[in-house]
């Protein structure tokens, strides 16, 4: 199961269809999204870290994602690959991408040069997001699996109407792995609560960590989002199959239907 909205709260999605009160606030995969290709140019590379850059994107219309949301990058085979972007524009999108030995679409990232054009479509929506839905939303994040934090705290921080507070736990092997910390902090404030830890994450991440950093499991009106590499989310929930139920540390510690796992 994954975290509701409290029956007498509706949810406010844009470009959703209107949704009755009790409806799922998180969601396994929203449907909606943009299917008509971008040819999107290279604007520049920035570099954060041995094996991570930043990319930024020329985009032929303003995207105008909803708070929590990723494009495709479309090779010619149609080969899809989901990436949430860490910054827009009218005119462009910022995504980071982590280069893995042999990763398919990462290896393409790194022969592009600055000019040079790849095929996007998008924003698909991937988790609507309700203002004030819930008293506190956390996330446990790793590496470029901060992004989906990145992304919606943009949008949630910076609406005034929206008094939902927020916690970001994020986690790291060393801090020049901590490719997303400068935009996180960026965005601190009263509403925010972020911890950035280093360390072996298999050993680093217990029970004890995770009660300084979430909402307690007995508060039902909050939500704890999981992202990062695949050993991270597999140690919290068990498993990265969104369709099975929870695991791991998170179910042990007795969370349930307020976690949800991100792309």
């Known amino acids: 199961m994954l975290p509701r909205i409290p029956r007498n709260r509706a949810v406010t999605y844009a470009g959703a269809a209107a949704a009755s009160a009790g409806a799922a606030w998180l969601a396994y995969r929203h449907r909606q999204k943009q299917d008509a290709l971008m040819t999107c140019r290279l604007e520049s590379v920035t570099d954060l870290s041995r094996d991570t850059a930043r990319y930024r994107f ?41 280069r893995y030995a042999g990763g398919y679409f990462s290896d393409k990232f790194a022969q592009l040069k ?12 991937t988790l609507p997001y309700a203002p004030n839905a819930f008293d506190c939303v956390a996330f446990v994040c790793g590496g470029t699996g901060a992004a989906p934090a990145v992304q919606l705290l943009r949008a949630a921080l910076a609406d005034d109407t929206d008094t939902t507070r927020f916690r970001v736990l994020y986690l790291s092997r060393t801090k020049r792995d901590q490719t997303l910390k400068r935009d996180l902090d960026a965005l ?10 280093c360390d072996d994450v298999d050993g680093l991440v217990d029970a004890n960590l995770l009660r300084r950093c979430l909402p307690a499991p007995s508060d039902t009106n909050s939500a704890v989002l999981v992202s990062g590499p695949p050993g991270l989310v597999r140690r919290l929930c068990g498993t990265t199959d969104k369709r099975e139920p929870l695991g791991g540390l998170l179910r042990e510690m007795g969370y349930g239907a307020q976690v949800a796992r991100l792309d």
């Open 188 to 197: 601190k404030c009263d509403r925010l609560d972020l911890l950035c830890a």
């Open 58 to 98: 020329a985009t032929p219309r303003p995207l105008k994602s909803t708070p929590m949301a990723h494009v495709l990058a479309v090779d010619a085979g149609n080969v899809l690959r989901p990436y949430t972007p860490v910054a827009e524009s009218d005119t462009s999108f910022d995504i980071v991408v982590r």
């Open 114 to 125: 600055v000019g040079e054009a790849m095929a996007f479509k998008g924003p698909e929506p």
